[in-house]
């Protein structure tokens, strides 16, 4: 099997499972948001990438985040992504892939977030340096012994978050529930045969 075939393999593997079922949209009547979810494959395994800057969805106590911004009236998730993904990531929109949605995400904070997931190539071929980026390895997000689930307010609602500790990171809230949508997705079996 060539490099090409074994890549398009796990992408259309990664695009039949992100939709099947189809996504589901929330019901909330809050803001939406669109969250970019960019993954790569690095040695055989896939790799998320998540970002520091102020931008980031990190409202949610976490210390990493997904790029996102708010849906402006009319505005498809998938046009904010190509408004951001360069900004943020340092892809730009003609080197990301869209594979696909996850279900929509209800915050704590009143808003919704569509979970969108995009192939890029490896953080070293396409990213400046001085990017705030955190690459970080899927499977680690499959290891119940770095998973947290925090009581937490927000303006006087109680709830639970998720944080999952990789590392020295802390990924939590929002970032979290959309990591467990998508290995929850992916783990069935493995992607890939490297």
């Not at 060539?2 to 992408?11: K, V, Y």
């Not at 593997?13 to 790569?40: D, M």
Request: with cysteine; aromatic share 6%.
């Amino acid at each position: 099997m060539t490099d090409s075939a074994t890549e398009d393999s796990w992408i259309l593997e990664i695009r039949n499972r992100l939709g099947t079922p189809p996504p589901r949209r929330s019901k909330t009547q809050g803001a939406a948001h669109a969250a970019f979810v960019p993954i790569y494959v690095d040695a055989g395994a896939l790799w998320v990438l998540l970002s520091e800057t102020d931008r980031a969805l990190a409202l949610d106590w976490g210390t990493v985040a997904f790029p996102g911004a708010g849906l402006e009236t009319g505005e498809e998730p998938w046009e904010v992504i190509k408004r951001i993904c360069e900004e943020e990531t340092g892809a730009g929109p003609d080197k990301v892939l869209r594979l696909g949605e996850l279900d929509e995400v209800d915050t704590l904070h009143g808003f919704s977030v569509v979970p969108c997931i995009g192939a890029i190539p490896p953080p070293g071929e396409v990213l400046r340096s001085a990017l705030e980026v955190v690459p970080l390895p899927l499977i680690a997000f499959q290891d119940s012994r770095l998973i947290e689930d925090r009581s937490v307010s927000v303006d006087g609602n109680e709830g639970w978050i998720r944080v999952y500790h990789v590392g020295k990171r802390r990924v939590a809230g929002t970032a979290a529930q959309i990591l467990e949508a998508l290995t929850q997705r992916l783990q069935a079996e493995p992607l890939l045969a490297l």
